[in-house]
């Protein structure tokens, strides 16, 4: 428990370093973009990339209760909160595209690594992987497609977003892995060295995108909370449990489910100026309270499994 508080302390330090440098002006917002972009389009892919070819076709299939039961539980969570967007909020199908991934999506591919190894190692990377296939292969996707302007065909759309690197880079390792590819070792080094800069630039940047916007707390922001910090890892627990899934991978699992909004929600939020105010309270709430959401999940987990 000792190494989640570390753990958080530390991102919330880096968080409140982008914010405050942003509120001094120290960067613009256009440097923060800049900053997310580099993220995006290079540190993300490679950490995903490289999580992925690590393992082999073996792990991938013996992990498939993990694997499903994620599917099942993200994108129930994706679907639940679209509709709650348009039915019961009454944002139209873009607006609502972007509050499927503020909500539904946990940020495992910018905090995932940075949460999950100071506590259970190397051991970890497989579980972040796999979240992060879920999230970046299927979710993002789907979010894109959604959001996509006026009048541009769905194939467009969909071919716009199977392009992006982030979808684009754990779609290669997948098939390579699946396909028994082995990557040659010199290979790895320098994709493992842009992978490093991801947490740190991710978590400075989300700071710096938090420092200009103010925190509006109203019954969709509050909503939004209790699916991403309550009810999503509930339903990955008991889910879990049913799949027989057990030890530090049921941990890991309803941790990463916990995680706070998907930077790349907010990214996407920025660029078409859609759902920003409403995006950015939602991450600025479930980052705060993910400090106390994570060492809570991780005690009833434990009392459970005992």
């Known amino acids: 428990m000792t190494a989640i508080i570390q753990d958080i302390v530390s991102i919330f330090f880096v968080l409140a370093l982008?914010?405050?440098?942003?509120?001094?002006?120290?960067?613009?917002?256009?440097?923060?973009?800049?900053?997310?972009?580099?993220?995006?389009?290079?540190?993300?892919?490679?950490?995903?990339?490289?999580?992925?070819?690590?393992?082999?076709?073996?792990?991938?299939?013996?992990?498939?209760?993990?694997?499903?039961?994620?599917?099942?539980?993200?994108?129930?969570?994706?679907?639940?909160?679209?509709?709650?967007?348009m039915y019961v909020f009454?944002?139209?199908?873009?607006?609502?595209?972007?509050?499927?991934?503020?909500?539904?999506?946990?940020?495992?591919?910018?905090?995932?690594?940075?949460?999950?190894?100071?506590?259970?190692?190397?051991?970890?990377?497989?579980?972040?992987?796999?979240?992060?296939?879920?999230?970046?292969?299927?979710?993002?996707?789907?979010?894109?497609?959604?959001?996509?302007?006026?009048?541009?065909?769905?194939?467009?759309?969909?071919?716009?977003?199977?392009?992006?690197?982030?979808?684009?880079?754990?779609?290669i390792a997948v098939v390579l892995v699946l396909l028994n590819v082995h990557v040659p070792g010199w290979f790895l080094p320098p994709l493992s060295l842009i992978a490093h800069a991801n947490s740190g630039i991710a978590v400075f940047a989300a700071g710096l995108v938090l420092s200009a916007h103010k925190l509006t707390v109203n019954a969709e922001v509050l909503w939004n909370t209790l699916v991403k910090l309550v009810l999503a890892p509930a339903a990955m627990l008991m889910l879990a449990l049913a799949f027989g899934i057990s030890?530090?991978?049921?941990?890991?699992?309803?941790?990463?489910?916990?995680?706070?909004?998907?930077?790349?929600?907010i990214v996407l939020s920025g660029r078409y100026q859609l759902y920003v105010e409403l995006g950015s309270s939602t991450l600025i709430t479930t980052t705060v309270l993910f400090a106390a959401a994570a060492p809570a999940w991780i005690a009833i987990v434990r009392a459970i499994s005992n």
């Open 247 to 265: 030890g530090a991978h049921l941990e890991q699992l309803v941790l990463l489910v916990a995680l706070p909004t998907l930077f790349t929600g």
């Open 90 to 171: 009454k944002h139209n199908h873009r607006e609502s595209g972007i509050a499927s991934l503020v909500a539904g999506a946990p940020t495992v591919g910018f905090l995932g690594i940075a949460v999950l190894s100071p506590i259970y190692g190397a051991e970890a990377g497989l579980t972040v992987a796999i979240v992060a296939l879920i999230v970046n292969v299927i979710m993002v996707p789907i979010a894109i497609f959604l959001i996509a302007p006026e009048g541009q065909k769905p194939s467009a759309a969909l071919v716009n977003a199977i392009k992006q690197p982030v979808v684009l880079s754990p779609l």
């Open 18 to 85: 982008g914010y405050f440098s942003g509120r001094r002006s120290a960067f613009t917002q256009d440097q923060a973009g800049a900053l997310l972009k580099v993220v995006l389009n290079y540190c993300l892919p490679a950490t995903l990339f490289v999580s992925i070819v690590r393992s082999t076709r073996a792990e991938l299939f013996a992990e498939w209760n993990m694997l499903l039961s994620t599917f099942i539980v993200l994108i129930v969570s994706q679907v639940v909160v679209f509709l709650a967007a």
